[in-house]
């Protein structure tokens, strides 16, 4: 069965650094998200990106965020300077079509990242 | 701002009893859908509500919706020790893109 991969599992990186998260979402989908959840709190939308671009985001995500679909299958997110309070697991997902609409979002398996 | 709000948040059950979980939304959306998060795992889906009067059942657990009312409902059966994990209920945003989460309810089912 078709599924989102995330890269890496775990990134723990250093305050003020920049990191890249990594997503191949299903093959078929044209719709793509990034979501945070924060430890024990609920799942919060970042962005979400259709046709090679921003199609909607959240406050969160400010200039040090950007999202970028390098090639027909990698969807990545970059945070340019990491902060403390960026320290959160963070999901995408991808879906295939709006039609009849539908919106069911399937999840990758997250990236925990850790900012010391 | 469209706000999604559970009760309960944490729910402790015995086997074979039954329950519900409550999601309700502050606007109109007329398409519901309900996770399943194990911890340090990913979000599973359960249900997708699509219109008004859904009614989704898959084993134990049965979801319904009512857009009327802006409610959802998450209705466990008779609960065994595997259903304990987090449910979280998510309503599509105003402009129909994200997806807006409810803060989920934690479900532990004691033996």
């Known amino acids: 069965e078709p599924e989102v991969t995330q890269t890496p599992s775990h990134q723990v990186t250093q305050m003020g650094q920049e990191v890249i998260l990594r997503c191949v979402p299903i093959?078929?989908?044209?719709?793509f998200y990034w979501y945070r959840q924060i430890l024990g709190q609920k799942v919060e939308f970042l962005v979400s990106?259709?046709?090679?671009?921003?199609?909607?985001k959240s406050e969160i995500f400010d200039d040090q965020f950007s999202v970028e679909r390098p090639d027909g299958s990698n969807f990545t997110l970059k945070i340019r300077s990491t902060k403390l309070e960026d320290s959160a697991m963070y999901f995408c997902?991808?879906?295939?079509?709006?039609?009849?609409?539908?919106?069911?979002?399937?999840f990758g398996p997250g990236t925990r990242l850790t900012v010391l | 701002e469209l706000k999604v709000e559970q009760n309960p948040l944490f729910l402790s059950m015995q086997e074979g009893k039954n329950y519900t979980i409550y999601c309700n939304y502050s606007?109109?959306?007329?398409?519901l859908y309900w996770y399943r998060q194990d911890p340090g795992k990913s979000l599973e889906s359960l249900f997708v509500?699509?219109?008004?009067?859904a009614v989704k059942q898959e084993g134990r657990l049965m979801a319904s919706l009512d857009t009327k009312a802006r409610l959802s409902t998450l209705h466990i059966t008779a609960a065994v020790h595997d259903l304990s994990a987090t449910y979280f209920c998510?309503?599509?945003?105003?402009?129909?893109?994200?997806?807006?989460f409810g803060a989920g309810t934690i479900l532990r089912v004691k033996s």
């Open positions: 990106f259709y046709n090679n671009e921003i199609s909607e």
């Open positions: 997902a991808s879906s295939d079509s709006r039609r009849a609409g539908r919106n069911e979002q399937f």
């Open positions: 093959s078929n989908h044209l719709y």
């Open positions: 509500l699509l219109s008004n009067g």
């Open positions: 998510a309503v599509d945003g105003v402009y129909g893109n994200k997806l807006v």
């Open positions: 606007t109109t959306s007329d398409r």
